[in-house]
Each structure stands twice: as structure tokens, then as C-alpha cells.
């Protein structure tokens, strides 16, 4: 069946006066107020318009709201943070259901739980655990939201320790595209509760998240050490190993990029290129400082900065470097190795970033999540040592195709070091691409549930698994 963009419907002032009077939050339609900051997505690529956005204010909205499209045939999309760089959360015509009023988060100290509404960022998220020296494994920037990121899988600096985001996930609480209210859990419909854990946006809207937390405390032993770009392939090489060595309460990444003002480097550094090697050891500093050492001491590094800091001000550090609105176009896959010819594909794309805010970020996997079977969760591709991400970023149009080429000869270039790709990291790179986020009996099994819960695709804006029924 064929969602419609634009429909008479909005045209009826009737039908729109009674959908205003069954929404608690707002229905906000092109011209009025919050329109505007409402159909903004974090990429400034993305510029649609659709037809009427419904903020909800819970989950009765939300049925409503899905109700209402369904029954008006009217194309949906869905947006959590607004983070997806794919653009996903927002149409153009239709209706945009936006959580962003849903963001309250809720600990029960007992249990080490915290249940989080669908359009709660992460920083909602962790200021709510923090308060009891818990957090759950999710990102790094903290203006994403919990919601897309957690469906896609979630991962960051603490899961190499405790598992992905959907590992730690308990239970949801979701309204289907019959505008019905289920709760997944292992319990209750576990075949739904299955593909949401990697499955993205396909089964319906999460209003809840009820996740499992760490306890973390409230510091950790924190850190960038910044290398020279001239001695990145040796470097590289080294780090390949080394991190690979290292324990699962010690995480180390990898961002190549010109160096931005950082405090504790030089001035003359600050525009360079740099390999930035930022970390958390979950621990005791001095055990940390320990097994950090060899990274910084081999070679004598532009500057550092280390010790133990706030999580809530690890977790915002990034912040700033990611803001919103900039032009963005990502590619991404898992490596299999990082050998020394994906080393060197790697840094002759880097030393022709088109532009200042590119950059290149190798996470380093493993651990915790590379433990838990394939079949677990929709989230398959679990073993893979790191993920190589090319993160084209800019800020007028007119540079749009060199940056664009750049980030996909990037990809073309590294793609025989590569298997799978995180769904998360997807820009819209079409149907086969998506299918390439997930092994083949976890697809067909993503789309034997898409064809119970959602046979007409009415959740189609998101990495689409059609139903085939
Ligand atoms: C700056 C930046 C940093 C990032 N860092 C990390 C990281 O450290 N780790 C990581 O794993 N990923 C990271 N990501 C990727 C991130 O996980 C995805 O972009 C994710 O989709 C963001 O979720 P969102 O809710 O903000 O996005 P949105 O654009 O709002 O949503 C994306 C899609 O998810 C679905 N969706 C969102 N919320 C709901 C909901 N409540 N119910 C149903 N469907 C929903 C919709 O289909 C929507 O199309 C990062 C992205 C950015 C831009």
C-alpha cells in the first residue's frame, strides 16, 4: 500500500480542529509556531516540510497520531533526537510524529533500572542515572537521542565493558501501526522485542525504554592524547594492536582531523592535522595511567590531557565539535582488520579532507557486545575489531559535491577491508545498502516480524525493511 504525502485532509479544517482536540501536546501545521524548529533535523542537508507535525505528549498522543495517518493513508516518520544524518525523522508532506515533549527519565534505585520516554536524548538519560552514579552504554555526543540510537544497536565508551545499548535493553513499551500499545520485552511478544534491538524504526513507535545501568560512579579516568599526522601510519599500526590487547574496562578510538582549540594544545598545533586518541579506563586512575602509557610514549604527542572527570562532562565533551545544522554525509563500514593497505587508503583520504570539520573516527569494538551471540538480537554484525567512519561535514551548499565525492571514494577505496556496516551510520545509501547492515537469516527473520507487526509498511522513513508478505 501507498502512503500518501500530501491529502485533502489538511484542507479540512474540521477533521483538523478534532485531531487538535485529541492531542494533549500540539499539532503544528507549516507557518505556525515551532513549525519551523519542529522539521529541523540535525543535518542541514535535510530540508522537508511535512503536511502537519504532531509533538505527543505520551502515549495516547501517540496512538492518536498513528491513527490518524493510518486512516488518512498518510506517510509517517518518526523522530527521536533528529540525529539520523539519513534524515529519516522527517518527511517531506505527511506527518512527522515528533517525541521531542517526551523526555522524562525515571530510576528505580533498587533495581538499577531506568525506564527513559521515546524522545528523551542522552542527555536526559544520563542526568537522571548520574544522580546515582549509574549510566547506560550508549553515545558519545549527548544531543543524540536515545530512541534511534537504541534501535540501531547504541554503542560508546562504557560498552566494551557492559554490551551495547540493546543489550542492556529490558523492555518497551511501543504503539504499532494498528495504533495498538504493546510492551516487548523476553516475556512478551519477544519476536518484536527481538528486531527492535537492531531493527531500527521498522515495528512501530517506542514510547519507552526500560534499560538495565552499570554503576559506574560518578567519575571515570578520562583522556585525549594528540599525535602528529606525520607519524600516523607507524602510529596507526601500533594502535591496531595495542588497543587490542587491552582489558574491557579500557576503551581507546581513534580521530584523525585538523586539531580544534583544544586548551592543552599549542597554538601553532590548533588547524593541523592530527591523530586525536581519546579514552576511558573504568578504574582506577593510577591502573589507567598505566595502560595508557605506551600509546602516549610512542611518540612524543603535540599534548595531552588525563584524569579523573565527571562522566556528565565526558559525555558533553564532544558536543561542541558535533553541533547541529552543519551540512553532514557519512559512510561507514565494520573492518574486519585495519591492514597496513586500509592504513594507507586511510590516510591519503585524510590528508585531502575537503574541508576543516571532516573527519576520520575509528572506533575500536570487541568486548562485551563481541560476546553475545549473533542470533540474540537484530544487531548481528558483533565481532568486528573496528569500524571505520568517514565523516564528511561542511557548511555551504556549493560544497556539497566535493565533499560528497570525497567521503564516497573514501568508502569505494576502503570497501575490501570491510564486512557490514552499523545501520546507525547509514546515510540514505539505498535498499541493497540496508540489507548490507545485517546477515542474511537475521533480514529474513527482520522481515517475517516487519510482515506480523507492520505487513503495509506504514513505518517506511527509516533504513526500510519492506515486508514481503
Ligand atoms: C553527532 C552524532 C554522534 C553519534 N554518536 C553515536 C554513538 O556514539 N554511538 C552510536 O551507536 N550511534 C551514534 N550516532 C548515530 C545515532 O545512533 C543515529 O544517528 C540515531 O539514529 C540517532 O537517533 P535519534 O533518535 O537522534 O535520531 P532520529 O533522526 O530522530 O531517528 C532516527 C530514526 O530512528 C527511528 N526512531 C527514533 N526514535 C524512535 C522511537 N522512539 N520510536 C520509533 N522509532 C524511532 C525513526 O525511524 C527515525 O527515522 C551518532 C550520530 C550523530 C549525528
Redesign the pocket.
Known amino acids: 500500500m501507498g502512503y500518501l504525502r500530501y491529502s485533502d485532509v489538511f484542507k479540512n479544517r474540521d477533521r483538523i480542529r478534532e485531531l487538535r482536540n485529541s492531542i494533549q501536546g500540539q499539532v503544528v501545521l507549516p507557518g505556525e509556531d515551532n513549525y519551523e524548529e519542529s522539521r529541523k533535523?540535525?543535518?542541514g542537508m535535510i530540508e522537508r516540510r511535512p503536511e502537519a507535525i504532531i509533538r505527543c505528549k505520551g502515549n495516547r498522543d501517540v496512538i492518536h497520531a498513528v491513527n490518524f495517518a493510518r486512516s488518512n493513508q498518510l506517510l509517517v516518520?518518526?523522530?527521536?533526537?533528529?540525529?539520523?544524518?539519513?534524515?529519516?525523522?522527517?518527511c517531506e508532506g505527511g506527518v512527522m510524529i515528533d517525541?521531542s515533549l517526551?523526555r522524562s527519565a525515571r530510576v528505580d534505585k533498587e533495581k538499577k533500572t531506568v525506564r527513559v520516554?521515546?524522545?528523551c536524548?542522552l542527555s536526559d538519560m544520563d542526568q537522571e542515572t548520574q544522580a546515582y552514579g549509574l549510566a547506560v552504554p550508549?553515545?558519545?555526543?549527548s544531543?543524540?537521542?536515545?530512541?534511534?540510537?537504541?534501535?540501531?544497536?547504541?554503542?560508546?565508551?562504557i560498552s566494551r565493558k557492559y554490551g551495547?545499548?540493546v543489550d542492556n535493553l529490558l523492555s518497551a513499551e511501543?504503539v504499532t501501526a494498528e495504533g495498538e500499545l504493546l510492551r516487548a520485552s523476553r516475556e512478551e511478544n519477544p519476536d518484536l522485542f527481538w528486531a527492535?534491538r537492531g531493527g531500527?524504526?521498522?515495528?512501530?513507535?517506542?514510547?519507552s525504554?526500560e534499560f538495565r545501568c552499570a554503576h559506574i560512579g560518578r567519575e571515570v579516568f578520562a583522556g585525549i592524547i594528540v599525535h602528529s599526522f606525520e607519524n600516523a601510519k607507524d602510529y596507526i599500526k601500533f594502535h591496531r594492536e595495542y588497543v587490542r590487547s587491552l582489558p574491557d574496562d579500557m576503551t581507546v578510538w581513534m580521530v584523525i582531523r585538523h586539531a580544534p582549540p583544544l586548551p592543552f594544545l599549542p597554538e601553532e598545533v590548533h588547524g593541523r592535522l592530527i591523530v586525536a586518541v581519546p579514552f576511558v579506563y573504568l578504574g582506577e586512575g593510577k591502573e589507567g595511567e598505566r595502560l595508557i602509557k605506551p600509546l602516549e610514549q610512542f611518540a612524543t604527542p603535540y599534548g595531552s590531557m588525563m584524569g579523573m572527570i565527571p562522566w556528565r562532562d565526558w559525555q558533553t565533551g564532544?558536543?561542541a565539535l558535533?553541533s547541529h545544522f552543519a551540512r553532514?554525509y557519512?559512510k561507514s563500514h565494520h573492518l574486519e582488520d585495519l591492514s597496513d593497505k586500509c592504513i594507507e587508503s586511510i590516510l591519503s583520504f585524510a590528508g585531502r579532507f575537503p574541508t576543516p570539520s571532516c573527519e576520520v573516527f575509528i572506533?575500536h569494538m570487541e568486548g562485551a557486545p563481541s560476546r553475545v551471540s549473533a542470533t540474540e538480537t537484530a544487531y548481528a554484525f558483533r565481532t568486528a575489531p573496528f569500524i571505520l567512519n568517514i565523516h564528511a561535514r561542511w557548511e555551504e551548499a556549493e560544497q556539497d559535491s566535493g565533499c560528497i565525492t570525497w567521503a564516497r571514494d573514501f568508502f569505494e577505496e576502503t570497501k575490501p577491508f570491510a564486512k557490514g556496516v552499523?545501520v546507525?551510520?547509514l546515510s540514505d545509501e539505498g535498499e541493497a545498502r540496508v540489507r548490507e547492515a545485517y546477515p542474511e537469516d537475521t533480514w529474513n527473520r527482520l522481515v517475517e516480524v516487519k510482515n506480523r507487526y507492520d505487513p503495509t509498511n506504514f513505518?517506511s522513513?527509516?533504513?526500510n525493511i519492506k515486508p514481503a508478505p
Do not use: E, R
Open positions: 533535523v540535525w543535518n516518520s518518526v523522530k527521536g533526537g533528529g540525529h539520523n544524518v539519513a534524515g529519516n525523522a522527517v517525541l517526551m520516554d521515546g524522545g536524548l550508549a553515545g558519545i555526543v544531543h543524540t537521542g536515545v530512541g534511534g540510537l537504541t534501535l540501531g544497536g547504541g554503542f560508546g565508551w551495547l545499548s511501543l527492535i531500527g524504526g521498522n515495528f512501530g513507535v517506542v514510547t525504554f564532544f558536543d558535533n553532514n557519512w572506533p552499523y546507525n551510520f513505518f522513513m527509516n533504513q
